[in-house]
C-alpha cells in the first residue's frame, strides 16, 4: 500500500504495491514498484545465499539485507530451496524467501496468516510494514507469515527479457509477441512459474515452520492462488479471506468486467453530491468513445522515468484505462481526484470533439511504467488461467477455437465495447497468450478442484471492474461455506481505505471464522466526481 510505487499489475490482478503501503501514516520504508497494467513484478532484490537459516530482524548483524524490521514485532526471515520444476532436478532449485512477524502479545500464537498481496508475481516481503498497519490489531495473538513467490523479490528473479512498459504499451500483436519471446527466453523453466508450484512453496515453508495449519488472506489474484493453495493442502487450512476476487473457473473473455464498467460509472454518477453526471449518458458516451477508437485511434505520447512512448490509444487500450486503471485506489481518498470520477468528464469532452481530458488520463496512468520484468505475471497467467482454446491445440486450431468462441458473444454481454475490443484490453485473458507453448508448461489448474469444507469470507469493492462484485460471488460460490460482501464506493481490493475498516472486519474473521459487524463497509463516503455539466438529451 505505498503512494511511491503507483504501477499497476495488469488485467484481474492490479497490483497491491500501491494498496497496503499507501494506507500507512508514514510510508513503508523499501517498496518495490511492482506491476503495470500489464503486469510488472518488483525490483529484484539480491538476497544472500543463506538456505533455510531463520534470523530474527532485531539481530541486525545476522539478518538478511531484505528481512524487514517492524516496530513491536520480532521478524523472522529465512530461504528455502525448492526444486524449480518438480521431476526435473536437472533444472535446478530456487530458494524462496519469507518473513514471519511475530505477534506481539505474551504466549503462544493464536493462529498464523499468510498473506498473498496480488499479481500473479507481487512480493510480500517488503510490505511487511504496511501488512502489520493493517493487520494490527490481529498481530497482537497471530503470527504473519509472508512469503516472495519464486522468481520475485527475494526469491531469486528469472528475467525473460520483457518489461512492464513495453508490455503495456505495445499494441496487441506486440504484447502476443512479448509473450512468445518470454516463453523463448525462459524454455524449460516456464513451468516452474505456476500457482500449484507457489502454493507447495508455501506449504514446504509451513512445515519448516512447524505450523499445522494457516489462515489464508488472498488479495487480488492471491484469491486464485489461496483456493490453488487449499485444494493441494486442505488438512493445513484454518479459514480464508478473499479480497477483490475472481473464480479459479475465471471467464476467459473477461465479460464480468466489461459489464461491471458501465455499472460503475453508473454508481459514481448517482452517488455524487451535488449530482455530476447522468450515469446513462456517461455509459452512451462510453460506447461513442469505444466506437469511434474503433475506427480512428489517436497516438499519445507517454512519459516515464524509463523513456518516452507513443501509446497507440484504440478500443481496447480505451478498454484497459477503464476496466483496470480506472477501478486501482478507488476510495483511498474519496475526497480527491481518481481516474474513474474523472471519467464521465473526459468521455463527455471527447464525444464533443475535445480529446484533450481524455488524452490528459491516458498520460498520467502511463507514468506508472516500469523496466521491471514480467516473467511471473507471463508465465503464471499463460500457464494457468483458464483459456477459451484447448491448450494442446495447434496455433492454427487455437485461433479457430478462440474466433469462434469470440463470434458466439452475444450482443451487449461486453457493454459498451465491442467483444474484440474489450478482450484485446486484457493482458491475461482473450488472446494474449495463444501463442505460449505447449511444450516446457504445466497441464492447465483445475477450475473445480474439491475444496476444504473450513469458514471463507470473500470481499469485493462495489466500483470495481477488475474483479467485480459477479466474479466474487462466483468466487465464494466455490466453497460450502462461504459468506460474500462487497464494500460501497470501493474499488479493487477494498483494503485501500484508510480507516480500517475493511481489515477490520477481515482481522474479526481471521480470528473468529465470522464477520460480524459489517455495517461500516456500507458507509464508506462516495468518491468526488468530476462535474460533467449540463445534461444533453
Known amino acids: 500500500m505505498t503512494y511511491e510505487s503507483t504501477a499497476r499489475r495488469a488485467g484481474l490482478v492490479v497490483s497491491m504495491v500501491a494498496v497496503m503501503a499507501s494506507a ?13 497494467s500489464s503486469g510488472s513484478g518488483a525490483a529484484p532484490v539480491t538476497a544472500p545465499a543463506s538456505v533455510s537459516v531463520s534470523v530474527s530482524a532485531s539481530a541486525s548483524a545476522t539478518a538478511p539485507a531484505w528481512c524487514p524490521a517492524i516496530g513491536g514485532h520480532r521478524v523472522d526471515c529465512g530461504r528455502l530451496g525448492r526444486p524449480l520444476v518438480t521431476g526435473k532436478p536437472e533444472l535446478g532449485e530456487v530458494k524462496v524467501s519469507y518473513a514471519v512477524v511475530r505477534h506481539s502479545a505474551p504466549g503462544p500464537a493464536k493462529g498464523t496468516v499468510a498473506v498473498n498481496p496480488g499479481g500473479p508475481g507481487e512480493t510480500s516481503v517488503d510490505k511487511a510494514e504496511a501488512f502489520a498497519w493493517g493487520l494490527e490489531g490481529l ?24 518489461t512492464d512498459a513495453e508490455y503495456r504499451f505495445g499494441t496487441r500483436a506486440q504484447q502476443r509477441a512479448a509473450v ?9 523453466r516456464a513451468a516452474g512459474y505456476a500457482s500449484a508450484a507457489t502454493a507447495d512453496d508455501i ?17 487480488s489474484y492471491g484469491t486464485y492462488l489461496m483456493p490453488v493453495y487449499a485444494s493441494r493442502h486442505p488438512e493445513h487450512v484454518r479459514n480464508i479471506v478473499l479480497s477483490g476476487a475472481f473464480p479459479l473457473a475465471l471467464d476467459p473473455l473477461a465479460r464480468p468486467s466489461a459489464q461491471a464498467v458501465s455499472l460503475s460509472l453508473r ?38 522515468d524509463h523513456g518516452v512512448y507513443k501509446k497507440r490509444f484504440t478500443e481496447d487500450k480505451l478498454a484497459n484505462l477503464v476496466f483496470e486503471a480506472a477501478s486501482s485506489q478507488v476510495g483511498f481518498e474519496p475526497d480527491k481526484p481518481s ?13 464533443k470533439g475535445d480529446a484533450a481530458p481524455l488524452r490528459k488520463l491516458v498520460q498520467e496512468e502511463g507514468k506508472t511504467g516500469s523496466t521491471v520484468d514480467q516473467a511471473p505475471y507471463i508465465a503464471v497467467t499463460c500457464n494457468d488461467y483458464r483459456k477459451a482454446w484447448s491448450k494442446d491445440a495447434p496455433l492454427p486450431e487455437r485461433w479457430r477455437q478462440y474466433n469462434a468462441a469470440l463470434a458466439a458473444v452475444r450482443p451487449g454481454e461486453h457493454g459498451a465495447f465491442s467483444a474484440k475490443g474489450f478482450t484485446e484490453g486484457t493482458t491475461d485473458a482473450g488472446d494474449v497468450c495463444i501463442g505460449w507453448p505447449r511444450e516446457n508448461t504445466p497441464g492447465p489448474q483445475p477450475t473445480k478442484p474439491e475444496l476444504p469444507d473450513v469458514p471463507v469470507l470473500v470481499l469485493s469493492g462495489d466500483l470495481d471492474a477488475n474483479t467485480p462484485d459477479a466474479s466474487g460471488k462466483k468466487a465464494a460460490e466455490q466453497f460450502r461455506n462461504s459468506r460474500f460482501f462487497s464494500a460501497r464506493n470501493m474499488g479493487h481490493v477494498p483494503e485501500l481505505e484508510q480507516s480500517r475498516c475493511v481489515t477490520g472486519v477481515s482481522s474479526h474473521f481471521l480470528r473468529t471464522g465470522e464477520p460480524g459487524d459489517t455495517s461500516c463497509m456500507r458507509a464508506l463516503p462516495p468518491i468526488t466526481v468530476a462535474p460533467v455539466g449540463p445534461v444533453r438529451d
Open 139 to 162: 498481530l497482537k495473538d497471530h503470527d504473519l507469515l509472508l512469503v516472495d513467490p519464486r522468481g520475485t523479490g527475494a526469491s531469486e528473479p528469472v528475467p525473460c527479457g520483457v
Open 180 to 188: 512468445e519471446r518470454c516463453a523463448g527466453n525462459l524454455g524449460p
Open 267 to 304: 454508481r459514481v454518477c448517482e452517488r455524487s453530491v451535488p449530482v455530476a453526471c447522468d450515469g446513462r449518458q456517461a455509459v452512451k458516451d462510453l460506447a461513442t468513445t469505444a466506437a469511434r477508437l474503433r475506427g480512428r485511434p489517436i497516438t499519445v505520447p507517454i512519459t516515464t
Open 24 to 36: 500507512l501514516p508514514v510510508a513503508a520504508s523499501a517498496n518495490a514498484a511492482t506491476g503495470g
Open 339 to 351: 481516474l474513474l470520477g474523472q471519467l464521465p468528464h473526459a468521455l463527455d469532452r471527447f464525444v
Open 203 to 219: 506449504d514446504a515453508i509451513r512445515a519448516h515452520l512447524g505450523v499445522q495449519k494457516l489462515s489464508l488472506y488472498g488479495l
